[in-house]
């Protein structure tokens, strides 16, 4: 079984920074892969970025790079995803998400395990 809780989310100006958390519990293995999605009222849940705990790889979609940096401390079991540069359209819920796959990927089926969301705001 595994676990994830999100948290970290609210309200920023345009131009302002948030951090949010991904605590893990439960049979998390070091070959996992972790990644953030995000969900705009209307839209499609999209890739943001992934993580690999093997080796700290990540990727990033192009409209977050440079700006968003996702990484993970393994002595805390959660994963970060800093955000700067916030942009109005940033705006969607962010959803944590585990596969069991070490291969870094963008497709939101290869997530088995998923939190429950964070409501991200940018306000322009």
């Known amino acids: 079984q595994v676990h994830l809780v999100d948290s970290g989310g609210g309200l920023v100006q345009a131009g302002g920074s948030l951090r949010l958390s991904c605590a893990t519990s439960?049979?998390?293995?070091?070959?996992?892969?972790m990644g953030w999605f995000r969900q705009a009222p209307g839209k499609e849940r999209e890739f943001v970025a992934a993580f690999s705990w093997s080796g700290g790889n990540t990727i990033y979609a192009d409209s977050v790079k440079g700006r968003f940096t996702i990484s993970g401390d393994s002595a805390k079991n959660t994963v970060y995803l800093q955000m700067n540069s916030l942009k109005p359209e940033d705006t969607a819920v962010y959803y944590c998400a585990a596969s069991v796959s070490r291969v870094l990927t963008t497709t939101s089926g290869a997530y088995a395990y998923w939190g429950q969301g964070t409501q991200v705001t940018v306000s322009s």
């Open positions: 439960g049979r998390i293995f070091s070959s996992f892969t």
